[in-house]
């Protein structure tokens, strides 16, 4: 199927058509690259220390051969990282990858059962756990295939006496650390000194080698792995490379990474295109700690910050966020659910910088489309296919539909993973012989090729046989000045098969459903307004903030008809 390409005629200045695929063989050529550029500039930033591309260099070589030679492993294995952002995370992802292996992120917050699930699936030979989770990991890894531990304190990568002192205060007297066993577990800190007397052998690496199985689907059925090869996650970053690097100075950007490193998102956005700039990642542990987020961030002249919806919607409604110094920012992009208009528009208020809006799956390492970083304000659109990248909105036939009709998003290129791990009848489900890969989300694309994102195809609404898209309903709602998040699902109705239903977090405590109600009515056609609303003091979120409408749908107890 040959597709049009009307967005290469509104690229911004100064984006290629086409990437450079072959300019690096993998990411670990990436990283030595950078650090070889960048040898003495700040690198990873956490909890008041920084690691400099000499630091990563050395400790993630340590880490590396402790790998290979001190636990035996060979090409190929599996190695879980299961930590939020903390600087042991890149130390431990490029010294896996730097040792020929496969990371497999994993989400520290995740059940004995999820993490069980993933070890096996990906058949983990060991896993690296920050200490406040490791109980969670004593309890299934007697089920598993993982033969070896490595774990970790909070404060281990600060230096003494700070180390010592915050493993101890985490521990005693914040009482994060639940009582774990794991026989024969090895030190960080102690794999790290027991490398550096092993000799590190670099492994040669070229595109088809797998750098991540990158679990995804969690919150629509069982996690699957996205294999994502080393030429994936080369090819993503070039294309986002080479649409931030018209701004972007070399040697000098500050990105704040709130997002967790083990989600795909900042992986690729933060931890690889800001590496090739030579660029200070400022590691977030703990983002939901809003106050203390916004504290940190005051004192740093950040450049650049990646987020979802509800990151940058917590932010503005923090005490203090507009009082900072935003001079030295210049890009603000959203992505792993829609950025609402209100948010993006209060954003550009108090910022001055435009929330810019990309798209992306774990399927494409993520980023297919995206805005340019020029935009004077919020569009609606999820911008254009990045270079080297055609999309094509099909219908359910696979034929390509017109420019305007309504179908599903699918995305072509290099960044388009292998398939999913052990499972070739879901990926032949959504990943075909000619390349496409199926999104399952609703899309229509306009005539100058910006892509607008109608919805999930599983959370569309059908009233009455017309398709209500949870996310328009959705805009209209967060404008309402009364409200501070919501989510809407589709629940049965025995008149018209299924009706709106709305959950609202206030931010005004005396809003009513009949003020919803009235606004709704205003901004909505009949079939798309809400008749049922539920307040909430909080919505189900996962690990990067993202709503999830399922766990909305499985619990639709406690409405108020409005």
């Given at each position: 199927m040959s597709t049009q390409r009307p967005w290469l005629a509104n690229y911004p200045a100064g984006v290629p058509a086409e990437i450079d695929l072959h300019e690096y063989a993998s990411v670990v050529a990436v990283l030595e690259s950078a650090c070889d550029r960048f040898r003495q500039r700040p690198a990873f930033c956490n909890m008041g220390k920084t690691l400099s591309y000499d630091d990563v260099d050395r400790l993630s070589?340590?880490?590396?051969?402790?790998?290979?030679?001190?636990?035996?492993?060979?090409?190929?294995?599996r190695v879980a990282l299961m930590m939020p952002n903390v600087l042991q995370y890149p130390i431990a992802i490029f010294g896996v990858l730097r040792a020929g292996l496969t990371v497999v992120n994993t989400n520290p917050m995740y059940t004995p059962r999820e993490l069980k699930h993933q070890l096996n699936d990906s058949g983990?030979?060991?896993?690296?756990?920050?200490?406040?989770?490791?109980?969670?990991?004593?309890?299934?890894?007697?089920?598993?295939?993982?033969?070896?531990?490595?774990?970790?304190?909070?404060?281990?990568?600060?230096g003494f006496p700070k180390s010592l002192i915050t493993n101890l205060v985490v521990k005693h007297v914040k009482k994060l650390v639940p009582a774990f066993n794991i026989p024969?577990?090895?030190?960080?800190?102690?794999?790290?000194?027991?490398?550096?007397?092993?000799?590190?052998?670099?492994?040669?690496?070229?595109?088809?080698?797998?750098?991540?199985?990158?679990?995804?689907?969690?919150?629509?059925?069982?996690?699957?792995?996205a294999m994502l090869t080393h030429g994936n996650l080369v090819a993503n970053m070039q294309q986002a490379s080479s649409w931030i690097g018209v701004n972007a100075k070399m040697g000098e950007e500050i990105i704040i990474t709130a997002l967790p490193l083990y989600h795909i998102f900042a992986l690729t956005a933060n931890g690889l295109v800001f590496m090739?700039?030579?660029g200070l990642n400022y590691l977030i542990t703990n983002p939901r700690d809003?106050?203390?987020?916004?504290?940190?961030?005051?004192?740093?002249?950040?450049?650049?910050?990646?987020?979802?919806?509800?990151?940058?919607?917590?932010?503005?409604?923090t005490p203090g966020f507009d009082q900072i110094n935003f001079s030295t920012l210049h890009l603000a992009l959203g992505g792993g659910m829609a950025v609402q208009r209100p948010v993006a528009e209060r954003?550009?208020?108090?910022?001055?910088?435009?929330?810019?809006?990309?798209?992306?799956?774990?399927?494409?390492?993520?980023?297919?489309?995206?805005?340019?970083?020029?935009?004077?304000?919020?569009n609606g659109s999820i911008g254009m296919p990045i270079s080297s990248t055609e999309v094509s909105i099909q219908d359910d036939n696979r034929n390509q539909l017109p420019v305007g009709d309504i179908g599903e998003l699918c995305v072509r290129g290099p960044q388009v993973m292998k398939g999913y791990w052990n499972r070739p009848e879901e990926t032949a489900q959504v990943l075909?012989?000619?390349?496409?890969?199926?999104?399952?989300?609703?899309?229509?694309?306009?005539?100058?090729?910006?892509?607008?994102?109608?919805?999930?195809?599983k959370d569309m609404i059908l009233v009455s046989g017309f398709n209500v898209y949870p996310n328009e309903v959705e805009d209209?709602?967060?404008?309402?000045?009364?409200?501070?998040?919501?989510?809407?699902?589709?629940?049965?109705?025995?008149?018209?098969?299924?009706?709106?239903?709305?959950?609202?977090?206030?931010k005004d405590p005396n809003l009513t459903a009949e003020d919803l109600r009235a606004h709704c009515k205003a901004n909505l056609t009949g079939y798309k307004q809400p008749r049922f609303v539920e307040f909430r003091d909080s919505l189900p979120k996962s690990n990067v903030g993202k709503i999830i409408r399922r766990e909305l749908r499985d619990a639709p107890k406690g409405a108020v008809k409005a």
């Amino acid at each position: 199927m040959s597709t049009q390409r009307p967005w290469l005629a509104n690229y911004p200045a100064g984006v290629p058509a086409e990437i450079d695929l072959h300019e690096y063989a993998s990411v670990v050529a990436v990283l030595e690259s950078a650090c070889d550029r960048f040898r003495q500039r700040p690198a990873f930033c956490n909890m008041g220390k920084t690691l400099s591309y000499d630091d990563v260099d050395r400790l993630s070589r340590q880490f590396a051969a402790f790998l290979t030679g001190d636990l035996g492993l060979k090409r190929g294995d599996r190695v879980a990282l299961m930590m939020p952002n903390v600087l042991q995370y890149p130390i431990a992802i490029f010294g896996v990858l730097r040792a020929g292996l496969t990371v497999v992120n994993t989400n520290p917050m995740y059940t004995p059962r999820e993490l069980k699930h993933q070890l096996n699936d990906s058949g983990a030979a060991a896993l690296v756990v920050l200490d406040n989770f490791a109980a969670t990991a004593s309890e299934v890894l007697g089920e598993t295939s993982c033969r070896h531990v490595i774990t970790t304190g909070l404060g281990d990568m600060l230096g003494f006496p700070k180390s010592l002192i915050t493993n101890l205060v985490v521990k005693h007297v914040k009482k994060l650390v639940p009582a774990f066993n794991i026989p024969g577990a090895i030190r960080f800190n102690d794999a790290l000194a027991r490398g550096a007397r092993q000799n590190f052998v670099r492994a040669e690496l070229g595109h088809g080698d797998i750098a991540f199985l990158q679990y995804t689907g969690g919150t629509t059925g069982v996690a699957k792995g996205a294999m994502l090869t080393h030429g994936n996650l080369v090819a993503n970053m070039q294309q986002a490379s080479s649409w931030i690097g018209v701004n972007a100075k070399m040697g000098e950007e500050i990105i704040i990474t709130a997002l967790p490193l083990y989600h795909i998102f900042a992986l690729t956005a933060n931890g690889l295109v800001f590496m090739k700039f030579g660029g200070l990642n400022y590691l977030i542990t703990n983002p939901r700690d809003m106050p203390a987020f916004v504290k940190e961030i005051n004192q740093v002249p950040f450049t650049a910050i990646t987020g979802v919806n509800t990151l940058f919607n917590g932010l503005l409604n923090t005490p203090g966020f507009d009082q900072i110094n935003f001079s030295t920012l210049h890009l603000a992009l959203g992505g792993g659910m829609a950025v609402q208009r209100p948010v993006a528009e209060r954003w550009k208020k108090v910022t001055g910088v435009t929330l810019v809006e990309a798209y992306g799956l774990t399927e494409t390492s993520p980023a297919a489309c995206m805005n340019p970083l020029d935009l004077p304000e919020y569009n609606g659109s999820i911008g254009m296919p990045i270079s080297s990248t055609e999309v094509s909105i099909q219908d359910d036939n696979r034929n390509q539909l017109p420019v305007g009709d309504i179908g599903e998003l699918c995305v072509r290129g290099p960044q388009v993973m292998k398939g999913y791990w052990n499972r070739p009848e879901e990926t032949a489900q959504v990943l075909g012989d000619d390349g496409w890969l199926h999104t399952g989300d609703v899309a229509r694309m306009d005539e100058k090729g910006y892509v607008y994102i109608v919805d999930r195809k599983k959370d569309m609404i059908l009233v009455s046989g017309f398709n209500v898209y949870p996310n328009e309903v959705e805009d209209v709602v967060a404008a309402h000045p009364g409200v501070l998040e919501v989510a809407a699902i589709g629940v049965p109705d025995e008149k018209s098969g299924e009706a709106v239903k709305i959950f609202v977090v206030r931010k005004d405590p005396n809003l009513t459903a009949e003020d919803l109600r009235a606004h709704c009515k205003a901004n909505l056609t009949g079939y798309k307004q809400p008749r049922f609303v539920e307040f909430r003091d909080s919505l189900p979120k996962s690990n990067v903030g993202k709503i999830i409408r399922r766990e909305l749908r499985d619990a639709p107890k406690g409405a108020v008809k409005a």
